[in-house]
């Protein structure tokens, strides 16, 4: 199974109010990582896992009042309306120099909010490098021509929304050349062949890929 590497890398984690990851990949992420920033309400998920915040960012509105007790000295207030609490948490870290983000519990619960999150990690990876995980595999941002790890039979996706970005796929089953796609689900469902594939990028742009857990 394709895993995340996060040696001497990606040792923070942000950790969204979703559905709390329970597979052991991703779960190893928490307890690797030496920063844990939680969006408001998520802390109690965290602390039932046996985990504690380094930073809690938000308006505190889904806190339960003993929460908002306990972890005092790591509340980090964000009252704005402008903003969601993952983007709140994604501030927090740029403003603390912190970078290499995995994110955790961005989907589940509401599925606005998973394709809500998605974006927002689209926009943030601009100054961010981040890498959202689930329990079924991993999204990662691409700007330029990446050569990803992979394993025969993997499933990958590949979503674009600029029809005017031409893509070349390499050791994908199903090739595209040079081509600009038209529909945001064209890129979806293909399988790598090998141990590594790329994504190449005609141009300037922005990428999403998923990578299956599958084995």
Same mark, same amino acid.
Not at 115 to 129: K, Q, R, V
Not at 142 to 149: A, D, K
Not at 192 to 201: H, M, S, V
């Given at each position: 199974?394709?895993?995340?590497? *996060?040696?001497?890398?990606?040792? /923070?984690?942000?950790?969204?109010?979703?559905?709390?990851?329970?597979?052991?990949?991703?779960?190893?992420?928490?307890?690797?990582? @030496? %920063?844990?920033?939680?969006?408001?309400?998520?802390?109690?998920?965290?602390?039932?896992?046996?985990?504690?915040?380094?930073? +809690?960012?938000? $308006?505190? $509105?889904?806190?339960?009042?003993?929460?908002?007790?306990? #972890?005092?000295?790591?509340?980090?207030?964000?009252?704005? @309306?402008?903003?969601?609490?993952?983007?709140?948490?994604?501030?927090?870290?740029?403003?603390?120099?912190? $970078?290499?983000?995995?994110?955790?519990?961005?989907?589940?619960?509401?599925?606005?909010?998973?394709?809500?999150?998605?974006?927002?990690?689209? =926009?943030?990876? @601009?100054?961010?490098?981040?890498?959202?995980? *689930?329990?079924?595999? /991993?999204?990662?941002?691409?700007?330029? *021509? =990446?050569?990803?790890?992979?394993?025969?039979?993997?499933?990958?996706?590949?979503?674009?929304?600029?029809?005017?970005?031409?893509? /070349?796929?390499?050791?994908?089953?199903?090739?595209? %050349?040079?081509?600009?796609?038209?529909?945001? #689900?064209?890129?979806?469902?293909?399988?790598?062949?090998?141990?590594?594939? *790329? +994504?190449?990028?005609?141009? @300037?742009?922005?990428?999403?890929?998923?990578?299956?857990?599958?084995?």
């Amino acid at each position: 199974m394709w895993k995340l590497s *996060t040696e001497g890398v990606y040792r /923070t984690v942000i950790l969204a109010n979703g559905a709390l990851p329970t597979e052991r990949h991703a779960l190893e992420l928490l307890q690797q990582a @030496e %920063q844990i920033i939680c969006c408001d309400g998520a802390v109690s998920k965290l602390v039932e896992a046996g985990f504690e915040p380094t930073a +809690i960012v938000g $308006d505190f $509105d889904s806190m339960r009042e003993e929460d908002l007790q306990k #972890w005092q000295h790591c509340l980090y207030p964000d009252k704005s @309306e402008e903003y969601n609490d993952l983007q709140k948490a994604l501030k927090y870290c740029l403003a603390h120099q912190l $970078d290499h983000i995995v994110l955790l519990g961005c989907n589940g619960l509401r599925d606005d909010h998973f394709i809500a999150n998605l974006s927002i990690m689209a =926009t943030y990876s @601009e100054h961010l490098h981040l890498r959202m995980v *689930t329990d079924h595999g /991993t999204f990662i941002v691409l700007r330029q *021509t =990446t050569t990803l790890p992979s394993f025969p039979g993997q499933q990958i996706s590949v979503f674009c929304k600029d029809e005017r970005l031409p893509l /070349t796929f390499h050791n994908l089953k199903y090739p595209v %050349q040079k081509r600009c796609f038209m529909h945001f #689900w064209e890129g979806s469902l293909n399988e790598a062949l090998k141990d590594n594939f *790329t +994504i190449e990028l005609h141009g @300037e742009g922005v990428v999403v890929v998923y990578l299956a857990n599958n084995k």
